[in-house]
């Protein structure tokens, strides 16, 4: 593993709630990533940094907004949490060099 | 937009069989194709990659082949072992790129 924690592990929050979820990285790699996985959709990409406050959107990025002001931490905020927000969330880290990504072990998130 | 397209869904292998998962891609600037692994309630992990300046990459008993002309890329387990049982995905990345475009995942089980 390439040192990379999610926080929480698991949350259940309401419809409409903001949430936040924590990726860090120990490794000081440069681009990091968000994914949500859900069956039969594979990994999914909702937002990537490329450097500290450099970031942009994936393919899934409605209802979700990212932070990275250190190199070590990529913040995912849903601001307003729905049903359709209920999935499996990863952060990951790439290697420049080998362009290896280094997956974090998850976040699972139920919004009721 | 871009797609990886990965077959099929599940598959069950009896223990010492050859275990086959294939992808087709439609970009033809992706220049790395990772496959990762991922066992449950884990995040996935890089199993094997090739560039496409290759046509096959051996490592153990995993094996990327790989068909340029045809964009299809395909990951062989050779001997598979009950171990073995996890989702697997293939991706690609295109050259200078941030983003890895993942398949939708195929859950191998091998019988004992």
């Known amino acids: 593993d390439a040192g990379i924690t999610q926080s929480p592990r698991h949350k259940v929050t309401e419809t409409g709630t903001p949430v936040t979820l924590r990726c860090h990285q120990t490794?000081?790699?440069?681009?990091m990533y968000w994914y949500r996985q859900d069956p039969g959709h594979g990994l999914r990409l909702i937002h990537y940094?490329?450097?500290?406050?450099?970031?942009d959107k994936g393919e899934v990025s409605d209802g979700y907004s990212v932070s990275r002001s250190k190199t070590e931490d990529f913040l995912l905020t849903l601001e307003s949490a729905t049903s359709s927000q209920t999935s499996v969330y990863f952060c990951a880290s790439r290697e420049p060099s080998t362009d290896t990504q280094y997956f974090g072990p998850g976040t699972r998130l139920t919004v009721l | 937009q871009q797609q990886v397209k990965q077959s099929p869904q599940s598959l069950i292998v009896q223990k010492g069989g050859i275990s086959i998962i294939n992808c087709a891609y439609e970009?033809?600037?992706?220049?790395?194709f990772p496959w990762y692994q991922q066992f449950p309630g884990k995040g996935p992990a890089l199993l094997i990659a090739i560039r496409p300046d290759v046509s096959e990459k051996k490592e153990g008993r995993f094996t990327i082949s790989f068909n340029k002309s045809a964009k299809q890329f395909s990951l062989h387990i050779m001997d598979s072992q009950p171990g073995d049982s996890a989702t697997y995905f293939c991706?690609?990345?295109?050259?200078?790129?941030?983003?890895?475009?993942f398949g939708a995942g195929t859950r191998l089980f091998v019988k004992a």
């Open positions: 991706a690609a990345r295109n050259t200078g790129g941030f983003k890895t475009i």
């Open positions: 490794e000081n790699h440069r681009y």
């Open positions: 940094s490329y450097g500290v406050k450099d970031t």
């Open positions: 970009n033809t600037a992706f220049d790395y």
